[in-house]
């Protein structure tokens, strides 16, 4: 140990005082060549000889004064400084190079960087919940239906937490909209009702007050409430008094008993917990799958031991129950992993991004061939001073480190932009609702990722050009004299491949991108399908049970103000409804036929329906194709009445009228009522997702009132300046009623696209850098090319060719390059279309528009970036060329 | 290079006890040149040690503490590096020695006919 410290001391001071010890090494070195002549001398030499000779033997002083004092130094350390130095000396010498290599690194770095920021956030670490990896969403599935995970029914979740041995706990919670009345300002809020156990089973504990307790499970127990951290600093002037005070919701009375810490809002954007308090009856509801669950697995329990027993458990309920759970199962999916399509979105950005930085290296390494063809005879000096290779590598590969460093510091930069972008690019309302949303940042996850993507890249566009400079052929290098070195065959060959390989690169994404986003239009064009959204203003109302208790008070509600807003100066028809068309929500029901039997368990017959009052049609602007719409006259009392859409009536009624028909909305039993099918309406896409579309039942609000509702208000003018007039009529029904979510129908599916069409727009992004970075690359290949052929092509001159001659031989050389990078990138292309077809839905995987403009558009920019140099080159005066050798 | 004695390798490991033991032969400090010259006289020019590897050897032993390297006064009164053993550098030896001559005890117990 004190061995080690000394030598340590003694290193140390000879690197105070290096400058002395090489002085010394000289001086000692000095003495041993005079000793050595004058050994020679007495031998019988001429003293010049004699020293000759004496310095001969030697050998190389360089390497050994070096060796000598790598014995001493810290060498790596120093060294790498040295190299370091080096390299900042060479970067700043060739300020163009330096410039366009740290622009390209940090476009590709960047964009790499902050899709990963988004991705961090959103998948790796959504929530910040103690050992996310433990906690899962349980889903029921149907295989017959796809296997779509659903929710689970109150009575599948009893029996599952009573019954399971691999959770440590689960919980169930809904989300529900209530009115919040009694302090200020009515406000519509989200709140969720939840099971006891939610809250410790997150890892949370209420800030102050108290959670919830198993018996305020209990239907008239559960009248206590628990506020979030947010909602009380905002709403009751964070108030320590809280706890006990009275708010009323829905216009119910709830008691406060307990207050969340700052940062917990589970379910995203909830502000309000309840218990979720069901009657018995509602607990013993197994058909309609209201409850989200989700659970914290037991230590050292695997998923896959967990999907199993689950499996098992769904299996025994479905004997136990074939009615209503024949054909149910049920899964486990990690609570981060909670949104599939967002993932596929970020890991397809992901991979373009990945794209862009690879081209972006094969561009930087092909501008280093350049330049190594240019320090060939550097390379040769330095070897013929006693340099080995592995010294050569690790001097350009430090060079390409500070290059990526630099790029990866830019790229940190551009990221920042990106994200700017990326966060305005979802409307506010939105990203409340997208857990990890507000966490997206650079932090030091990032950076590290951010570090790693530089260091990898220089190995990528350093370590070829560092090889292939590092082995100089000395004789020819040092020979040359000062004559640019033509570069090789081997490394001309290297640069042309590298050429070819970007521009099959840059096909392959251009195309995955192109169909992607011909993919998303497709989808966006379609949400608007049926119907019209323009011109309409609608706005959201809810009301609430303890004034609207029965449903005769909730349909006069929407017939009188229907009636009142119809009758509004500049507004051509007015309807409410349940859902907005292409808002992305809507129920599903099971229904019946009269005089067909009921379907066997399983095979129900299902349709999304939505209640809808008079002049629906009309006023979304949606065709009935047949029969008619509901009138102001299918009130409560007279006929049942139900509108179908077009798919439904094929699908249901395939070789018959549909029109007086009945259909009943519900199970088989108990005997319900039936509606009689007055009209066939067009068809309007459910949900943005769906492969095809589904069948809509359209019932009259009237006969099945909802308290949940949207107006729609087609005005003449523009929607917004009826807004004030629409308020008022409102008001004048009901003064204390929250209006909310007022939009143009327009903005609500543009709202509603949001998502698809940020994602699109950087696919576009990194569509346009690739095809830039690739039109730059085959340029400079193509530049330094025929700038080393200028004397080839002045004789060539000087001979008799033509100019067309010459721009003939340039093209034709480039054109070459990227027929073969666009024979080798269109197999990748098509496979890439064909995984994103699978993967993505809208997208087409054999779009021969999309593969041939893309196709053109590379060959252009190739025979572009081909045509200025070759110009260059014909312009080149023949005298000239052969002197400038 | 003028000289047609057959020129042998170093036995590998060998070359620090050799520059140690020729210190400390010779009575006082010695120049590098100096101890080169010795151990290729006293081997009869079998052992040739290379600049190339005498100086950083030479190095290695000083940052190791087993020798000393001081400015002096050379034979024909130049200035001159000269080195000397240290105490450390002398139970290296000793030590070195010991393990040499038992490795090669053992190797010649192999080599040689019984």
Redesign the interface.
């Given at each position: 140990m004190t061995?080690k410290l000394?030598?340590l001391w003694?290193?140390l001071l000879f690197y105070a005082r290096r400058d002395q010890f090489d002085r010394?090494?000289e001086?000692?070195?000095r003495?041993?060549m005079?000793?050595?002549a004058q050994?020679?001398a007495e031998?019988g030499m001429e003293p010049l000889e004699a020293r000759y000779?004496a310095q001969?033997?030697?050998?190389?002083q360089t390497?050994?004064r070096e060796?000598?004092r790598e014995?001493?130094s810290f060498r790596s350390l120093e060294t790498l400084f040295q190299d370091l130095r080096y390299g900042v000396r060479m970067l700043l010498k060739n300020p163009g190079f330096t410039l366009i290599a740290v622009v390209t690194l940090a476009l590709g770095i960047g964009a790499n960087t902050a899709i990963f920021s988004v991705t961090s956030a959103l998948v790796l670490r959504p929530f910040d919940f103690r050992d996310l990896d433990r906690l899962v969403w349980v889903y029921e599935t149907a295989p017959q239906q796809g296997n779509f995970p659903s929710w689970v029914s109150p009575a599948d979740f009893a029996d599952l937490r009573r019954q399971q041995k691999v959770f440590a706990g689960l919980a169930a919670f809904r989300l529900s909209n209530s009115n919040l009345t009694g302090v200020g300002e009515p406000e519509r809020m989200w709140n969720s009702e939840i099971t006891a156990e939610f809250f410790r089973l997150l890892g949370f504990e209420a800030a102050f007050g108290r959670a919830f307790l198993p018996e305020e499970e209990q239907a008239g127990r559960g009248q206590v409430a628990v506020l979030g951290y947010g909602l009380w600093q905002r709403r009751f002037g964070a108030d320590p008094k809280i706890i006990g005070a009275t708010i009323s919701l829905d216009e119910k009375a709830y008691t406060v008993i307990g207050v969340m810490p700052e940062g917990f809002d589970f379910p995203k954007g909830v502000e309000l917990w309840t218990p979720l308090a069901l009657g018995n009856e509602a607990w013993n509801e197994r058909r309609a799958q209201s409850l989200q669950v989700v659970a914290r697995l037991k230590p050292g329990v695997e998923l896959g031991q967990v999907n199993a027993e689950v499996e098992t458990l769904a299996a025994r309920l479905a004997e136990q129950y074939p009615q209503t759970n024949a054909g149910r199962g049920a899964t486990v999916r990690l609570l981060r992993h909670g949104n599939e399509y967002q993932e596929v979105f970020l890991s397809l950005l992901m991979g373009a991004a990945g794209f862009v930085l690879l081209i972006a290296c094969v561009n930087i390494a092909n501008m280093q061939l350049a330049r190594a063809s240019s320090r060939s005879r550097e390379m040769a000096v330095r070897t013929a001073l006693g340099a080995s290779r592995l010294q050569l590598v690790r001097r350009l590969l430090t060079e390409s480190l500070l290059l990526s460093l630099l790029g990866g510091v830019c790229g940190l930069l551009v990221a920042f932009g990106l994200l700017d972008f990326i966060r305005g690019g979802l409307p506010l309302d939105q990203v409340q609702y997208i857990p990890g949303w507000k966490s997206i940042r650079v932090n030091e996850r990032v950076m590290i990722f951010t570090l790693v993507v530089s260091l990898a890249s220089s190995v990528v566009f350093g370590l070829v050009p560092a090889l292939q400079s590092s082995n100089p052929n000395l004789n020819e290098a040092l020979k040359e004299g000062g004559r640019s070195d033509g570069g090789g065959a081997v490394r001309q060959r290297m640069r042309k491949a590298l050429i070819v390989a970007e521009i099959a690169l840059a096909l392959a994404l251009l195309v995955g991108a192109g169909l992607m986003v011909k993919g998303f239009a497709r989808m966006i064009e379609k949400q608007q399908q049926g119907f019209d959204p323009r011109h309409a203003l609608t706005l959201r109302a809810t009301l609430p049970p303890s004034r609207y208790a029965d449903e005769r008070r909730i349909a006069a509600f929407h017939r009188q103000a229907q009636e009142r807003l119809s009758a509004l100066p500049g507004v051509e028809s007015a309807t409410s409804t349940s859902f907005l068309p292409g808002s992305d929500a809507w129920n599903s029901t099971e229904f019946q036929i009269e005089g067909r039997p009921a379907p066997p368990p399983g095979q129900e017959r299902v349709s999304s329906y939505q209640q809808v009052g008079a002049d629906y049609f009309r006023t979304v602007r949606i065709p009935v194709i047949k029969g008619r719409e509901f009138s102001a006259d299918d009130v409560e009392g007279a006929p049942l009445v139900a509108v179908i859409s077009e798919t439904l009536a094929r699908r249901y009624f395939p070789n018959e009228d549909p029109l007086g028909r009945r259909v009943k909305v519900g199970a088989p039993e108990p005997a319900g009522t039936w509606y009689t099918v007055v009209g066939v309406a067009g068809d309007v896409p459910r949900f943005m997702l769906d492969r095809e579309i589904q069948p809509m039942l359209y019932l009259p609000n009237q006969q099945l009132p909802d308290r949940n509702a949207y107006f729609v208000v087609r005005a003449s003018g523009a929607p917004m300046a009826a807004l004030p007039a629409v308020r008022a009529q409102i008001a004048a029904l009901d003064d204390k009623l929250p209006l909310y979510e007022i939009k143009i129908h327009e903005q609500v599916i543009a709202d509603r696209m949001a998502g698809l069409r940020l994602v699109a727009a950087l696919m576009i992004m990194f569509g346009a850098l690739t095809l830039t970075l690739a039109s730059v690359g085959v340029y400079g290949v193509m530049a330094y090319a025929v700038s080393q052929r200028t004397r080839e092509i002045g004789v060539r001159m000087a001979l008799g060719a033509r100019p067309q001659d010459v721009l003939r031989l340039v093209l034709g050389q480039s054109l070459k390059l990227a027929a073969l990078g666009l024979a080798i990138g269109l197999p990748v292309a098509l496979a890439l279309g064909r995984a994103m077809a699978g993967a993505l839905f809208g997208v087409i995987a054999l779009d021969p528009m999309t593969f041939v403009s893309f196709t053109l558009l590379l060959t252009g920019a190739a025979l572009l970036a081909g045509y200025l140099p070759a110009r260059r080159a014909t312009k080149v005066d023949p005298i000239t060329a052969l002197r400038s050798e | 290079m003028g000289n047609d004695a057959k020129k042998t390798e170093l036995v590998p490991g060998t070359l620090e006890m050799l520059i140690l033991k020729t210190i400390e032969r010779n009575a006082g400090p010695m120049h590098g040149y100096g101890i080169a010259r010795y151990i290729k006289q006293i081997s009869n020019d079998v052992l040739q040690v290379e600049e190339g590897s005498l100086y950083p050897a030479l190095q290695r032993l000083a940052i190791k503490g087993w020798v000393k390297a001081e400015w002096g006064q050379s034979e024909n009164n130049r200035r001159a590096r000269l080195y000397k053993l240290t105490p450390a550098g002398r139970k290296q030896l000793k030590q070195e020695v010991a393990d040499f001559e038992r490795v090669l005890e053992a190797i010649l117990r192999v080599v040689q006919p019984t």
């Open positions: 061995d000394s030598q003694r290193r010394e090494l001086e000692e070195m003495f041993h005079e000793m050595k050994e020679n031998a000779a001969r033997q030697f050998g190389n390497l050994l060796v000598s014995m001493w | -």
